[in-house]
């Protein structure tokens, strides 16, 4: 049972454009939310996160939006440049749980 | 520089041999974490450790054990018993409190021929 979902397994957008990643959850008792970015042979590097009390948060050209009642949140890349280009996952984590649930990943392609 | 180190970076091991990936971080974190990568599919993990000499399982421990000697080191063994080991292994520390994200390293490509 996946509680974290990307449904779009990979996404390309021109470069200077806006990248809109997606992810969709189950557990509506999931209160942080994080973005990870990943090259290939590399580990991910957290680039966002949003706490269950907001609905936006923001940091230069990333922005990530929750709609809790949707129990969907969304990461916006403006304007995107060609070293996005990487696997983007989404993952959640629960009160103080030490645990962090994944999404698959979206691998974003930018085009030049 | 803090950071956290894996090591080797790329591991071949025979069928039926148990083989052992290092992990080690300077940067005073409790928590420490082994997730693995198959292709197509999310992080998922195998175990992780909120404290020195105690750990628990993850969604998929079986075949793997771990140990927490040391703050700074979470070593993962993969034995014989794991059924499908080649795979990207990562392993992670975090401060372990709540909304604190989870410092990678570069990982280790797993290969069993």
């Known amino acids: 049972d996946q509680q974290v979902k990307q449904n779009s397994p990979s996404l390309s957008v021109q470069e200077g454009r806006i990248s809109i990643l997606n992810c969709d959850y189950t557990n509506s008792m999931f209160d942080y939310f994080l973005w990870y970015k990943k090259y290939p042979a590399e580990g991910p590097t957290f680039l966002i996160s949003i706490s269950s009390i907001k609905d936006k948060n923001e940091d230069g050209r990333f922005t990530v939006f929750l709609n809790k009642s949707a129990k969907h949140l969304s990461l916006h890349i403006v304007p995107s440049q060609p070293g996005d280009s990487a696997v983007y996952f989404c993952a959640a984590r629960q009160g103080s749980n030490y645990q962090l649930i994944w999404g698959a990943g979206t691998k974003l392609i930018i085009k030049p | 520089d803090g950071g956290i180190t894996q090591s080797p970076k790329y591991l071949f091991r025979k069928e039926g041999q148990n083989v052992t990936l290092s992990c080690e971080q300077n940067?005073?974190?409790?928590?420490m974490y082994w997730y693995r990568q198959d292709p197509g599919q999310g992080l998922r993990l195998i175990y992780y450790?909120?404290?020195?000499?105690?750990?628990q399982k993850g969604d998929i421990a079986e075949g793997y054990s771990v140990s927490r000697e040391k703050k700074e080191s979470f070593p993962l063994t993969v034995t014989s018993a794991q059924k499908n080991p080649t795979a990207f292994y990562l392993c992670?520390?975090?401060?372990?409190?709540?909304?604190?994200?989870?410092?990678f390293g570069q990982g280790t490509r797993l290969t069993v021929v």
């Open positions: 450790s909120q404290i020195v000499n105690d750990f």
């Open positions: 992670a520390s975090g401060k372990g409190s709540s909304g604190s994200e989870a410092f």
């Open positions: 940067l005073n974190h409790d928590a």
